[in-house]
């Protein structure tokens, strides 16, 4: 099997022309798992149904090309809230059996030091029923689920760099609702029981986004209010996996930890230049950021307004950290996130970037 990553820009939620332009090179019966992870610039308000739109086309993009199937191997988040510096713009990912591209499965040799290289798995929760949502069965079918991909993807729990979890907030058979935060905090820690990174004694109900000691390193989290059940993406670096692609991911002490983001970038395999810049962007095939704040809205010990001021704070986030990641990939074509809860340490966040091997064809634009 052979991971391919192509990113492409978009003119507005529901523009799914270049999407269709990067499904047209590939063969959609040798694509085994397909995965979106779309960033669009809706508001996030309550009754903002960009996300919504977005996910419909793609998936009427994906039907079109690969038919019911290809929509049935597929897995989709499309994220809200392009602010900043971001591009509105999406990745697609395909995991390709051999031969797909032209690759016969070839592994780079830059890209295998150090244990492999990217390998992708999926796995869904049964549908989750409006009195479980928030409760330790929403935990539990999280955890089982990231479980599952982790299998899907051949990987071992320690070889995972990152497990992608989206989680209803709605019931599926009752309006019962819990916040995009409770939502977030019971799918970061089923995936970190999953992962081996908690203990399951503390994994109970009280702890939800509250005991802020307790919480993933590997995960990346997002509540839907659209979907029914938990869905998983898990990505890490398997021994004879084909490509010439390697991931790396890491812990940001804060929203301006740009040494951190040059930590990972450098671990996965980028070069830097004196500055602190990528030397060459077009080998950053994604880099992906879970950011946050701290609890009583300080930053380093000062006072800031992310708690006070009328702009939520989630878009404060995502707006200082594109500007902190961008300076160091020089693009805007980066996939940030806001809400850590349960996710890093409070006021903390995750990086995960992933780079071709040196002298690799790059697909699509640069990241």
Known sequence: MTVRI?????????????????????DPGRVRRLALLVKTEGNADVNDFSRELAAWRAEEAVLAHGGASLLERSVFLHSTGAEGAMTPFGYLIADLTDDADGTDGAVGTDATEGGGTLAL?????????????????????AEQAVTDAVADAGLTPDQVALAIVKTPLVGHDEPTRVTSAEAKAVGALGAALALGEVERSRVVSGAFGRDLTLFSRRSMVFSSSEAARVEVLVLGNRPGAGGDLRIASGLLDDVLDAPGIRRVLAAAGAGLTADGT?????????LLVKAGHRHDGTLRGARTTVLTSHI????????????????????GRMFISANSVHQAHDGGGLCVAVVRAAGAAGTGETA
């Open 6 to 26: 192509d990113s492409f820009d978009t003119a507005g939620p529901g523009d799914t022309a270049g999407l269709t332009d990067r499904l047209g090179a590939l």
């Open 121 to 141: 798995g999926v796995g869904r929760s049964r549908i989750v029923r409006g009195g479980e949502i928030g409760s330790q069965q929403h935990v539990a079918l």
């Open 312 to 331: 939520d704070p989630d878009k404060h986030i995502r707006t200082v950290m594109s500007g902190v990641a961008g300076s160091v990939l020089g693009t």
């Open 278 to 286: 990528v030397a060459d962007p077009g080998r950053v095939a994604a």
